[in-house]
């Protein structure tokens, strides 16, 4: 099981999620948050958190979605890890918006 | 007398509980720009409350948060103060007296009752026994669960009403390498249930499961998930709730739930799981045990997302020997520290513990499910006890005293006074080694060790 952060974070960067994470496994950078596999003990606390449902695990991540397992993997573990809630990115309401949220 | 929170006077901070909201709560002090000395005080010699004696035995993953603990533990200015009971052991008013502050985050340790006549029937055990017990949990080490009944049933919706029925549901194979306790898996290669009946009071599209633990029931290898198919019609209240885009989670229930109604059932395997909706228990039935459940068929009414159950007066009879019931649970008061009887809850604003009356008492904190009671999971706790300590921290001018706190070495007096023996983090790794080591051979992740004087003789050792 793998719990990853897809396409509708970037440029929201709504951070929501990362207030509930036990283990602190978010990562950041200027676009979006991507989780650490092997911090991740797949608790599903974060998923309901995102407002713009950005969050699968699993056999719930839908297919046109899969490659960010791997973009997940390879990038988290070398950007600093996101702790606390962030400011959204400029423009992430009307990007919510757009995704219908 | 220097400001609170320097390196000359360090904030001084009693925890109550060990759990996850304890951990979260002492993490954030630590890491705070105020310079702090956490005692965390735990009632067993173990720490990490639920995630040691709650989280099912076949979610070892979940149990990895552990990891993080430790390293809060491992901090300088963190100290376990466990084998200790706070309220009879030492009080309240002591901590009070021997810290700047106190934070209760000591859970939620007993069940909502149902409320129906038979319920403490021999046969009729909470949810919280029957977790504790295959568990380890030392309070209910001695527990007997009787499982030569072939038809059990299980009252909730939740992940607990889950975990429950998976456990009974597994084979002895699929749980063995697993840390749960031998007493535990050595009952349950007995177990003689065929039938296990999950009953909820509202409709699939109400159960609150999370959907990833809803699909382990569809993984099982010796038991059959079942729904019936004339369960999955739903009101337009429903449908509507289902729609809603933010509802995801009941709709990949939902979803789960028709996939089980289509399932043809396995007569290979040798147990069932049913899933019964709108339902409810009315009365437990039996002479000297428990022989019989009258349940009541419910129905829904009110808005979407309001919609609460409503018994319609037609009833269906089930014999079964055991029942848990899992349908909430509730906090249990602390000497010298209000309580909210009906939630079961410490009364309090953001974590500032208050009176019933709403008025702030000074000093004194809650986080986790004791604050806010027993909802989300281990992560929730993590916002909430953030929230807590930014309280605790914003208030620092008024919890600067005028006398000095002594901290942990007052607790310590205290405690050599009544021969009450502690128990510290270095104390604790000894078991944690212990309990790894003898688990190895049974490729178990640990054996538990299941009474508190086996753990205080390991330390002695």
Redesign the interface.
Same mark, same amino acid.
């Given at each position: 099981m793998t719990t990853i952060v897809t396409e509708n974070c970037k440029n929201c960067r709504f951070t929501d999620c990362v207030t509930v994470c036990p283990v602190a496994c978010f990562h950041y950078d200027d676009e979006m948050l991507y989780i650490d596999p092997d911090t991740c003990i797949d608790c599903s606390a974060c998923i309901p958190e995102c407002p713009v449902q950005a969050i699968f695990e699993g056999d719930d991540i839908p297919e046109d979605q899969e490659q960010w397992i791997e973009i997940n993997a390879e990038k988290a573990p070398d950007l600093p890890v996101c702790e606390e809630q962030m400011e959204p990115l400029p423009g992430a309401e009307e990007r919510k918006a757009a995704l219908g949220f | 007398m220097s400001t609170l929170g320097t390196e000359e006077n360090p904030l001084l901070v009693a925890i109550v509980g060990s759990g996850?909201s304890g951990f979260y709560a002492a993490e954030a002090l630590i890491k705070s720009e105020v310079n702090v000395k956490v005692d965390t005080l735990e009632r067993l010699p173990s720490p990490y409350g639920l995630v040691r004696s709650g989280v099912a035995p076949d979610h070892q993953?979940?149990k990895?948060?552990i990891?993080?603990y430790q390293k809060t533990a491992d901090s300088p200015d963190f100290n376990l103060i466990a084998n200790v009971n706070v309220g009879t052991d030492i009080t309240i008013e002591e901590l009070c007296q021997s810290h700047h502050a106190v934070i209760i985050t000591s859970g939620a340790e007993t069940d909502r009752k149902l409320g129906v006549p038979g319920e403490d029937l021999n046969g009729s055990y909470t949810a919280t026994e029957f977790v504790g017990w295959y568990n380890g949990h030392p309070d209910y080490r001695d527990r007997e669960f009787d499982l030569s009944h072939e038809v059990a049933v299980i009252i909730g919706q939740g992940n607990v009403a889950a975990d429950v029925s998976r456990i009974l549901a597994k084979t002895v194979d699929e749980l063995k390498h697993t840390d749960i306790a031998q007493h535990a898996l050595d009952t349950l290669a007995e177990s003689k249930i065929k039938e296990i009946h999950v009953i909820g009071r509202r409709g699939p599209a109400q159960a609150k499961f999370?959907?990833?633990e809803l +699909?382990e029931f569809g993984e099982l290898s010796d038991c059959n998930s079942i729904v019936r198919e004339e369960d999955m019609l739903l009101n337009s209240e429903s449908e509507a709730e289902l729609q809603e885009?933010?509802n #995801?989670?009941s709709k990949?229930i939902y979803e789960q739930f028709c996939e089980f109604s289509k399932r043809e059932v396995d007569p290979a395997k040798s147990r069932n799981c049913y899933f019964n909706f709108l339902m409810g228990p009315k009365e437990l039935i039996g002479e000297t045990k428990l022989e019989k459940i009258i349940l009541e068929k419910n129905q829904l009414s009110g808005e979407a997302f309001k919609q609460s159950a409503r018994g319609t007066g037609e009833t269906i009879e089930l014999e079964t020997g055991i029942l848990f019931r899992s349908i909430g649970y509730r906090g249990v008061p602390i000497a010298g520290v209000p309580f909210h009887e009906s939630w079961g809850t410490i009364p309090n604003e953001n974590g500032r513990i208050t009176d019933n009356d709403g008025n702030i008492i000074p000093k004194l904190y809650a986080a986790g499910w004791i604050k806010r009671g027993p909802s989300? #999971? #281990?992560?929730?706790? +993590?916002?909430c006890s953030?929230e807590t300590v930014q309280c605790l921290l914003e208030d620092l001018e008024k919890l600067a005293d005028k006398t000095n706190k002594a901290g942990a070495e007052e607790i310590y007096s205290i405690l050599n006074k009544k021969n009450i023996r502690y128990v510290n983090f270095d104390d604790w790794k000894k078991v944690d080694a212990k309990e790894i080591e003898v688990g190895d051979p049974k490729g178990k992740p640990r054996e538990k060790f299941t009474y508190v004087d086996e753990m205080l003789s390991v330390i002695d050792s």
């Open positions: - | 996850p993953k979940l990895q948060v990891a993080l999370t959907p990833k +699909r885009k933010s #995801i989670a990949k989300g #999971i #281990i992560g929730t706790n +993590r916002a953030v």
